[in-house]
């Protein structure tokens, strides 16, 4: 299986934080509850900014600078 990329517009966010464990805190910062949320492994990254009200290239660097991409 080959390592995911943070920005693939597909990338269902539960992959994401098992990839990249350091971008919990990212979330949890914006009072988002895709942590363990039984919905994550369905949305991506641009149906959290959606249902969040959040600017998805914003949060996109947020999540990627704490991943050290």
């Not at 299986?1 to 693939?8: G, I, K, S, V, Y």
């Not at 990212?26 to 900014?49: E, N, Q, W, Y």
């Amino acid at each position: 299986m080959r390592q995911p990329e943070l920005d693939d517009p597909d990338l269902p966010l539960a992959d994401l934080m098992t990839h990249w464990p350091d971008t919990i805190p990212v979330f949890l910062r914006h009072k988002m509850l895709c942590v363990g949320c039984l919905i994550s492994p369905f949305h991506t990254i641009a149906d959290a900014c959606t249902e969040y009200h959040l600017n998805e290239t914003d949060f996109l660097a947020e999540l990627r600078e704490a991943a050290g991409l």
